[in-house]
C-alpha cells in the first residue's frame, strides 16, 4: 500500500497503518509500542483497531548545537545512546556538548515518565514482538534508538510501522529489524510534517488521555477474559 496524496491527520495515518498491520492482529505476543508524542495518536488507532495493547517508548532527539531541528544523534529511556558520528564530526562536536546534550534530554525523558507513567511499570517486552510507531521517519535516529532499547529488554522480534518515511532513513533502519512497515518513501521527503494536511503538534495532555484510555480499555479485557475463565471452571 503506498500513499500518493497528503494523509489527512494522524488518525488517518492510524488507520492506514492498522491495515497493513493485520497481520498481527489480536496476537497475545504483540503489542503496539508508540514514540511520544506524534507516535501516540497513529499508535492509538493502530492498537485499537487491530485488538493489541498499548504502550510508549519514550525516545529522545539529540539537537545539533546550534541547529536543534537537526539530529546528532538520540537516546531512549534505558541509557541507550545512538550518535551520528558524520554529523558530529563534520559540525565539530565535542564530547563535552554530546554530554549535555544527552544529559538535559535524559531529564525529559524522566520528566515524561513521570507524567505519562505515573506508577505504571513498564511493559514486559521479552520474548514479544514490538511493533515501534511513529509519525513519520526523518532522519531515523529516535528510532534507532528505539529499536536497540527494545532490542536491550528483550523483544523478539521488532517491528518499525510509519506512514511515511525518508528513503535513505528507511534503508538504513530496514537491516537492523525484523521488518519495516513504511506506506511512502517519497523521494522529495523534506520532512514528515510536509506529508500530512494536518500536522499540529502533540501536547503531553493528549498523550495521557489517549494512554489512560487504552489502559482502562486493556484492564477492563483482562478482567472480562478472567471472570469468563472462572465461570468456565466452576
Given at each position: 500500500m503506498a500513499i500518493h496524496r497528503q494523509l489527512k491527520n494522524r488518525v488517518h495515518a492510524g488507520k492506514l497503518l492498522a491495515l497493513a498491520l493485520a497481520p498481527y492482529a489480536c496476537r497475545p505476543d504483540a503489542l503496539v509500542l508508540a514514540l511520544p508524542r506524534g507516535g501516540v495518536p497513529v499508535g492509538f488507532v493502530i492498537a485499537r483497531s487491530v485488538g493489541l495493547a498499548l504502550d510508549v517508548l519514550l525516545v529522545r532527539k539529540l539537537g545539533l548545537p546550534g541547529y536543534e531541528e537537526f539530529a546528532m544523534g538520540a537516546i531512549a529511556s534505558g541509557g541507550v545512546r545512538v550518535l551520528n558520528?558524520?554529523?558530529i564530526r563534520e559540525h565539530r562536536i565535542g564530547r563535552e556538548q554530546i554530554d549535555d546534550a544527552c544529559a538535559r534530554e535524559a531529564r525529559e525523558i524522566v520528566r515524561r515518565e513521570r507524567q505519562y507513567r505515573g506508577g505504571r511499570a513498564e511493559p514486559e517486552l521479552a520474548g514479544r514482538s514490538a511493533i515501534l510507531v511513529d509519525d513519520g521517519l526523518a532522519t531515523g535516529s529516535t528510532m534507532c534508538a528505539a529499536v536497540r532499547a527494545a532490542r536491550e529488554r528483550g523483544a523478539a522480534r521488532i517491528v518499525v510501522a510509519v506512514p511515511v518515511g525518508a528513503p535513505d532513513s528507511c534503508a538504513a533502519l530496514a537491516p537492523?529489524?525484523?521488518e519495516l512497515v513504511c506506506l511512502s518513501q517519497p523521494a522529495n521527503f523534506g520532512a514528515v510534517g510536509r506529508w500530512y494536511r494536518e500536522f499540529e503538534q502533540t501536547g503531553d495532555e493528549e498523550v495521557?488521555?489517549?494512554l489512560a484510555i487504552?489502559?482502562?480499555d486493556q484492564a477492563r479485557a483482562y478482567h472480562s477474559s478472567?471472570?469468563?475463565s472462572e465461570r468456565r471452571q466452576s
Open positions: 558520528m558524520e554529523a537492523q529489524v525484523d495521557q488521555d489517549l487504552a489502559w482502562r478472567t471472570n469468563a
